[in-house]
């Protein structure tokens, strides 16, 4: 059973910088894709940016600029570098690890909080 687990977060101040990690185990697929979410308090889930195996990267335009996502197919790692952090960027982050149809994972969620 496939399961993944966030690290990192926490409180910055507005500039400064975070990194998330999460950490996929399981049989998992080479060709997975892993991607990052969030959601703020009373908003909906966000989608934030995704990576292919081969490290084609997409991102809200929200954080284009400033946030980075990487990946580590050896280790089953994806990591979001997030820079220039502003307010609105406080929201609880989600790794997602997905090959449909066979599965799609979610994290517990991790706090990162931005005070101005």
């Known amino acids: 059973q496939v399961q993944v687990v966030e690290s990192g977060g926490g409180l910055v101040q507005a500039g400064g910088s975070l990194r998330l990690s999460c950490v996929a185990s399981?049989?998992?697929?080479?060709?997975?894709?892993m991607a990052w979410y969030r959601q703020a308090p009373g908003n909906q889930r966000e989608w934030v940016s995704t990576i292919t195996t081969d490290g084609s990267a997409n991102y809200v335009k929200s954080v284009e600029g400033r946030f980075t996502i990487s990946r580590d197919n050896a280790r089953n790692t994806v990591s979001l570098q997030m820079n220039s952090l502003k307010p609105e960027d406080t929201a609880v982050y989600f790794c997602?690890?997905?090959?449909?149809?066979?599965?799609?994972?979610w994290g517990q969620g991790i706090q990162v909080a931005v005070s101005s």
């Open positions: 399981g049989p998992l697929f080479r060709s997975s894709l």
């Open positions: 997602n690890v997905k090959a449909v149809p066979f599965y799609d994972i």
